[in-house]
């Protein structure tokens, strides 16, 4: 069974940084696409960083371009987005996904969710 779970949200000022891991088990990462949503309330879920698993390239949302940065981990098959210089309006729940299909920052293409890790910043 393919669970990914994500952790390291919390509560932070505006300019201050976290660090979101994404674990995945049940299923190895290699090749795959792992992207990183977010969803703020009222509004659609939206891509903000893609990590490509088969050539190590990486895709971000002009909105967080410069700030967040997604890695990994191998030998814990895990994913990070390290966000930094946040700001009120990356408040939201985010959420990790992995697709083995072409890599794609598109909700509709990802094959495995994880359930969300709530981040706020705080003005």
């Known amino acids: 069974q393919v669970q990914l779970v994500e952790s390291g949200g919390g509560v932070v000022q505006s300019g201050g940084s976290l660090r979101l891991s994404c674990t995945a088990s049940?299923?190895?990462?290699?090749?795959?696409?792992v992207v990183w949503f977010r969803q703020a309330p009222g509004k659609e879920r939206d891509g903000v960083a893609c990590?490509?698993?088969?050539?190590?390239?990486?895709y971000y949302d002009d909105s967080v371009k410069g700030r967040f940065t997604v890695s990994r981990e191998k030998d814990k098959n895990t994913v990070y987005l390290q966000m930094n210089s946040l700001k009120p309006e990356d408040t939201a729940v985010y959420y990790c996904?992995?697709?083995?299909?072409?890599?794609?920052?598109?909700?509709?293409?990802?094959?495995?969710w994880g359930k969300g890790t709530q981040v706020t910043v705080s003005s």
């Open positions: 990590l490509s698993l088969r050539d190590y390239s990486t």
């Open positions: 996904a992995i697709t083995f299909g072409p890599a794609t920052m598109f909700s509709y293409g990802m094959e495995y």
């Open positions: 049940g299923v190895g990462l290699d090749g795959a696409a």
